[in-house]
Nanobody
Framework: QVQLVESGGGLVQAGGSLRLSCAAS??????????MGWFRQAPGKEREFVAA????????NYADSVKGHFTISRDVTKNTTNQQMNNLKPDDTDIYYC???????????????????WGQGTQVTVSA
């Protein structure tokens, strides 16, 4: 069982930046064996893929809507995945969730069902 804890959400004005972090842990958890990802969800809407990273090779993938202004990274010394979000827009307002699955599988399309473990989520609010 993997535990994921997000931090770093908050309120920011449009054009501002936030950095989300996700700390991963578990009794038999090996960070480099996992793919880590970020999703976001607004009330009444489906959970949407944002970004993913292969923690061993640092390969990344992004949703088209965030390319160029979100950056996912990992710190293998701290078992942490980070997401730097720049030039935020009101449309980026959502609850952001960290997720993980244990595999080398790198899909062509990303869906929540691929991921085995989830954090509780952190609220990001961007004011106009």
């Amino acid at each position: 069982q993997v535990q994921l804890v997000e931090s770093g959400g908050g309120l920011v004005q449009a054009g501002g930046s936030l950095r989300l972090s996700c700390a991963a842990s578990g009794r038999t958890f090996t960070f480099s064996s996992y793919v880590m990802g970020w999703f976001r969800q607004a009330p009444g809407k489906e959970r949407e893929f944002v970004a993913a990273i292969n923690t061993r090779r640092s390969t990344t993938n992004y949703a088209d809507s965030v390319k160029g202004h979100f950056t996912i990274s990992r710190d293998v010394t701290k078992n942490t995945t980070n997401q730097q979000m720049n030039n935020l827009k009101p449309d980026d307002t959502d609850i952001y969730y960290c997720a993980a699955y244990r595999s080398i599988y790198w899909p062509d399309a990303w869906s929540p069902g691929i991921f085995e473990s989830w954090g509780q989520g952190t609220q990001v609010t961007v004011s106009a």
